[in-house]
């Protein structure tokens, strides 16, 4: 039964990242202004794949980044010699760390007063902690970092899937121990591409984190 239920909720993201990047090929321009020409990688792949490699692989201006600046880090790696990865969770207390706010994909904001006190604290989550808020979305330059915040009140063991939009959609599962209450994982951004993080726990799926990797242009 837990088998069938993982499997359905993984066909049904992989789905939805296939129409996302359809939605991209037809013109669909999620960042307004962000959808970039397209180059020869491009040229022999699937319409919907190629409409996503199209959007990702060339550089954007850096404005792009400044609504989601408070949300990632730079890092001195060289980017295309590193791969995207999210690393194992660590218990994090969000004592004296609290934001001020949660954004919703749709850009919808809610004071985290209202927030820890609805039900969906009490539900298993998944967010990108920022300086003074937290949100589902954001757009980073290639290599840099972001932490991810995962809220998982009863604890336990989780399978934790990213699908991943590039030269193909492919989704990766691994399985993670989460503490009780908050968790903390690093995402490292080393290619571009689109990057939706979600995990399962008792059955009890989170929500869907969206991480779009841009090159950064030189002007």
């Known amino acids: 039964m837990k088998y069938c239920r993982n499997l359905g909720i993984i066909l049904w993201l992989t789905a939805l990242a296939a129409c996302l990047s359809i939605g991209i090929a037809w013109g669909y321009d999620y960042l307004e202004g962000g959808y970039v020409q397209s180059n020869e990688r491009s040229a022999t792949m699937d319409p919907g794949i190629s409409g996503m490699v199209k959007w990702m692989d060339l550089p954007v201006p850096s404005s792009t980044f400044i609504p989601y600046?408070?949300?990632?880090?730079?890092?001195?790696?060289?980017?295309?010699?590193?791969?995207?990865?999210?690393?194992?969770?660590?218990?994090?207390?969000?004592?004296?760390?609290?934001?001020?706010?949660?954004?919703?994909?749709?850009?919808?904001?809610?004071?985290?007063?209202?927030?820890?006190?609805?039900?969906?604290?009490?539900?298993?989550?998944?967010?990108?902690?920022?300086?003074?808020?937290w949100t589902q979305y954001a757009a980073i330059p290639l290599g840099a970092s972001?932490?991810?915040?995962?809220?998982?009140?009863?604890?336990?063991?989780?399978?934790?899937?990213?699908?991943?939009?590039?030269?193909?959609?492919?989704?990766?599962?691994?399985?993670?121990?989460?503490?009780?209450?908050?968790?903390?994982?690093?995402?490292?951004?080393?290619?571009?591409?689109?990057?939706?993080?979600?995990?399962?726990?008792?059955?009890?799926p989170s929500n869907l984190v969206i991480v779009d990797v841009f090159s950064q242009s030189s002007v």
Not at 87 to 110: A, C, F, M
């Open 69 to 133: 600046r408070e949300y990632y880090r730079t890092t001195l790696v060289p980017a295309m010699s590193v791969s995207s990865t999210v690393s194992s969770p660590v218990q994090y207390d969000i004592t004296g760390q609290t934001p001020n706010g949660v954004y919703y994909r749709n850009g919808q904001w809610l004071s985290f007063t209202t927030y820890s006190s609805s039900r969906f604290t009490q539900s298993n989550d998944l967010w990108i902690s920022g300086q003074t808020n």
């Open 146 to 204: 972001l932490q991810l915040l995962a809220n998982v009140p009863a604890g336990g063991t989780s399978g934790f899937f990213e699908i991943v939009s590039n030269n193909a959609v492919k989704t990766e599962y691994k399985t993670l121990q989460f503490n009780p209450g908050y968790n903390s994982m690093s995402f490292l951004g080393g290619q571009t591409g689109r990057y939706m993080f979600y995990f399962v726990v008792n059955n009890q």
